[in-house]
């Protein structure tokens, strides 16, 4: 009697240890980690720039300002008479009936910036028909993104 007692808790911690393994507690924690590792590496050459300065993207920081304040009346298939297309990358840099409003590495100089901001040279205040125009914030980012080159990035 007492043999089979002690073959049954020989099993049990047998099996016990077993279902841990297959649980998976062991095999997480380093993939874990490693993901944790990778990201960090990615925001440090990602995200700063040689100054230290953070880097704007175009994907992930001006478009999605521009998508939500200026597609209303800039895509493609809008009347606006300053021909003017935001849709993509390319539509924006070939610009409208004043030209590029984009001068890689002069954000202050260029049209874009100029149009957003209080007193533009010529017409109103971008984005038009809405008193919420856009924040400080918004307009620094269209801005250092121009002037760390205007990149499809
Ligand atoms: C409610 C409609 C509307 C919205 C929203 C709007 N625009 Fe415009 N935009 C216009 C009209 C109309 C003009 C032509 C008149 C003018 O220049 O003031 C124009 C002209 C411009 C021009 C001058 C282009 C040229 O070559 O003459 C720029 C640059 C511009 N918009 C940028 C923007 C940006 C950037 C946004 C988003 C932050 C935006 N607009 C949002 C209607 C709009």
């Known amino acids: 009697m007492k043999f089979a007692v002690s073959i049954m ?5 047998a099996v016990a240890g077993f279902t ?13 980690a490693l993901t944790a590792t ?3 590496e990615k925001t440090k ?3 700063k720039n040689d100054s230290g300065e953070a880097t704007i993207s175009f994907s992930k920081n001006v478009f999605p300002i521009i998508k939500r304040r200026c597609l209303p009346c800039h895509a493609s298939d809008s009347d606006n008479r300053s021909e003017l297309v935001l849709e993509s990358y390319n539509d924006i840099i070939a610009g409208g009936k004043h030209g590029t ?3 890689p ?9 100029q149009k957003v901001s209080p007193n533009p040279p010529f017409g109103r205040q971008m984005p038009v028909m809405t008193r ?3 924040t400080d914030g918004q307009i620094d980012t269209l801005r250092m993104w121009i002037d760390q080159g205007a990149k499809k990035n």
């Open 9 to 13: 808790f020989i099993l049990a911690v």
């Open 20 to 32: 841990l393994q297959q649980s998976g507690a062991k095999s997480k924690m380093p993939k874990m």
């Open 38 to 40: 990778q990201a960090a």
């Open 45 to 47: 050459s990602s995200d």
């Open 101 to 103: 409003p984009i001068i």
């Open 105 to 113: 590495g002069k954000g202050s100089e260029s049209l874009i910036v």
């Open 132 to 134: 919420i125009k856009l």
